[in-house]
């Protein structure tokens, strides 16, 4: 269902809004440890490959296979425990939930999958001090700012351990050093706990983490290896 070795594939991906075709027959396949970058001009369709290949969007046409399962078969609610469990996700906007505290929100999907208050937010905490954000553990999302938010969001991307990262613009609200704080953790992830990571980014420091390259062009995929 999936390449050889590969762990999350989208073959033949077709997704169109109205008169827009966002994605025009995309292929792409991750390996566990590995890291890949999309990279393309603006509009030219990496969000919407990242959220089909994470099951967030259902494509039109094509399949997306994780792990010898068929993502775009399942229902919405298998889907949604299937983000929960394996999946980690750090987006640029909007993901923290602002009622919570900040060691909340990254205990939050542990609590989720019925882990311990006192145990969740123990780890929680060890991950806001990897993030170096342990300061801002009791505050509130609204209460710290873009790039604090964006830490907190990453610890909480990662407090789960997942098989796969989706990160889009990881580090968009972040300074150099802490852009690179983020990535070593992300590298981290790929490196010692064999995480697939797939990353859409404009920003080549971000991409030099990559082991490959794939450049999304009018909603196709071009593997950069393959087309030197
Ligand atoms: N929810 C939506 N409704 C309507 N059109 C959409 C939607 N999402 C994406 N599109 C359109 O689909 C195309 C691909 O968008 P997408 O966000 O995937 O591109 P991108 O490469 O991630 O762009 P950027 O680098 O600017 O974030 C664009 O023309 C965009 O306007």
Same mark, same amino acid.
């Given at each position: ?13 077709? /997704? ?29 369709? /990496? ?84 993030? /170096? ?58 490196? /010692? ?36």
């Amino acid at each position: 269902m999936t390449p050889a070795g590969s762990l999350l594939a989208g073959t033949g991906l077709r /997704k169109a809004y109205g008169p827009t075709t966002a994605l025009d027959g995309a292929e792409f396949s991750v390996h566990p440890g590995e890291i890949v970058a999309l990279m393309g001009p603006s509009g030219s369709g /990496k969000s919407t490959l990242l959220h089909c290949l994470a099951g967030i969007v259902r494509p039109d046409a094509g399949f997306v296979g994780y792990d010898g399962q068929d993502l775009t078969g399942m229902s919405d609610a298998e889907r949604s425990a299937l983000r929960r469990t394996d999946f980690g996700f750090v987006f640029q906007f909007g993901q923290l939930v602002p009622e919570l505290t900040c060691v909340e929100n990254v205990a939050l999907p542990l609590r989720l999958s019925g882990v311990r208050r006192r145990a969740a937010e123990d780890r929680a905490l060890e991950w806001l001090e990897r993030l /170096k954000v342990e300061d801002v553990r009791t505050r509130r999302p609204g209460e710290i700012s873009g790039g604090q938010q964006q830490r907190v969001a990453v610890a909480r991307a990662l407090v789960t351990r997942p098989r796969v990262i989706f990160a889009d613009e990881p580090t968009g609200a972040l300074d150099s050093l802490n852009g690179e704080l983020v990535m070593d953790l992300l590298s981290d992830a790929a490196r /010692k706990a064999h995480a697939a990571v797939v990353l859409v980014t404009h920003d080549v420091r971000v991409a030099a983490y990559s082991d490959r390259e794939v450049v999304v062009r009018d909603g196709r995929a071009t593997d950069m290896a393959g087309a030197i």
